[in-house]
């Protein structure tokens, strides 16, 4: 346990760097679509603040992969899940989604479809390296 605590938070500090990139991205498309102008700074504050935990919770549970002795099953539907509520409680938070039923439907609709996505690229690729590595051996 304490060394997964030590790798969840050394991935997360690394992962937090990319808060204010996914900020960034989000201030875009809410101002390239007319839902702001301005935003006062104690809002801006808040965003940033939580947009560095949304970072560092998501990277730092990557770590359920290299250190606890799970499946890969169980681990990625805890890897998952556990991304699924840091960004659903940030996006909330932050009213970056209306808490509603619609909003929240098309919210995990598209989690569950980009976590996919992302979850057979990266299985590919790791796939591919390891097929790569057994043939050289």
Do not use: C
């Amino acid at each position: 346990m304490k060394k997964f605590v030590k790798d969840f938070a050394l991935r997360g500090m690394i992962a937090a760097g990319f808060g204010p990139l996914i900020l960034v991205s989000i201030y875009l498309g809410l101002q390239l679509s007319g839902i702001i102008i301005s935003i006062p700074t104690s809002q801006v504050n808040l965003n940033i603040i939580s947009s560095l935990i949304l970072a560092f919770i998501a990277g730092g549970i990557s770590a359920i992969f290299n250190v606890e002795k799970n499946s890969l099953g169980v681990a990625t539907l805890i890897d998952a899940i556990v991304i699924y509520l840091d960004y659903l409680i940030i996006y909330l938070i932050n009213n970056w989604i209306k808490a509603q039923f619609i909003p929240l439907l098309i919210f995990t609709f598209v989690y569950i479809i980009g976590y996919l996505i992302i979850w057979a690229i990266i299985y590919h690729k790791v796939k591919s390296q390891v097929s790569s590595i057994n043939q050289k051996l």
